[in-house]
């Protein structure tokens, strides 16, 4: 078990700040969790006072970057639960995971497992996420199949997982370096997004988050891609305001697909643009690349395929593919062996029944399914990312 020194001075006392913004993702027509919004911790521990889980036994799962960075400010938000009269009266565990996406696995979900049952922790527990996407998938993971199920909050603290994959209830590991090849779909209790643990991501993990960001704008709101760009500056100087107002319309586009379609049935789908190529690059590079990153890629070959198909001008193509530059991201990589991308997209679990669902555009803020692609209009799009460099 790490346990994080006391060093970190405590959270912003609440009247520094503004109320939180909060945002209610539904599930079959009903309230099914909270978005809270927030620059103040303490907000994160009211949220759980005033929910019904407030009783339940906290053990925080995060990773080994995120524990030093971030573990200690946390659990001290979170003391004053273990002293509440209506919260559980035991202060939070804490258990960190092995950093990055190749530590996605089973293996360390047993490693979770084995620290619950050593710590006794049972139904009446609630896991927490601190972390990027890969904690956030592995809790949710754990969450979902410990004693068939317990309560799971995320706390997101990448770009990528604040605007992205805290939401919308899929949880997995990868396995056999297939990505998310086993999971299931769990909804958190509580999301709760806090813009400051922004500050302390690198570079490459900020401008990762953005694949997935524009990603929202060119499936469903073209309004919002341009305010995307509009608002680069200070974006990318990581105004909190401003990337808070960012994070609520990402969310609010990804909420209103999933809510119609939590099982990804048809419309949600949608949200696999630039995945099915990006999935295969990423595995290709043995992970060294970021999901972010790869996305990126997959986004450009799939407005690429789009103009092939007449769906896209050369216009539009040109603004979607350079339009990710200017938030650090790259629209072309050295693929050495282009066939092995493809190779590797055939075998992604987007293949339905023999048949590739590639998602394409029709224009900025209008994406559609198609099942008709081409091995070599995907190979053709491949080579489109490909750096001509290399
Ligand atoms: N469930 C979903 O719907 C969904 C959607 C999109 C992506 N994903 C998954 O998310 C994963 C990618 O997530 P990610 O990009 O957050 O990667 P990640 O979780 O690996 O985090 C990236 C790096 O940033 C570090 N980090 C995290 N927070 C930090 C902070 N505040 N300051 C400094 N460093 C910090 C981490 O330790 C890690 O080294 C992939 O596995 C992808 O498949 C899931
Ligand atoms: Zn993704």
Known sequence: MNRPNSAVPAPNPVSEVSAPRIMTVHKDGAPCYDIVYSLDLSELTRAIVNSEFSKKRLCIITDTNVISLWGEQVMRALKPLAEDANASGKEPMIYAIPAGEENK???NVQ???????ENHFDRQSCLIALGGGVVGDMTGYTAATY??????IQVPTTLLAQADSSIGGKTGVDFDGYKNMVGAF???KLVFADAEFLKTLDERQFSSGFAEIMKHGLIRDKEYYFWLLEHRDGIMARDTKILTDMLIRSNEIKRDVVEKDPYEKGERMLLNFGHTVGHAIEKASDFTMTHGECVCLGCAAAA????????LSEQAYEQIRDGFLPF????TTAIPDPEKILRLTR???KVASGKLRFILLKDIGEAFIDTSVTDE???????AVTDPAV
Do not use: N
């Open 147 to 152: 004693l068939r199920g317990i309560d799971f």
């Open 347 to 349: 075998s992604d679990k």
């Open 328 to 331: 650090g991201l790259k629209i």
């Open 186 to 188: 769990y909804m958190p």
């Open 304 to 311: 690429f395929l789009s103009l092939q198909r007449g769906y």
């Open 105 to 107: 696995t089973l293996g």
């Open 111 to 117: 490693e979770i497992y084995r620290f619950l049952i």
């Open 377 to 383: 209009e995907i190979l053709s799009a491949i080579k």
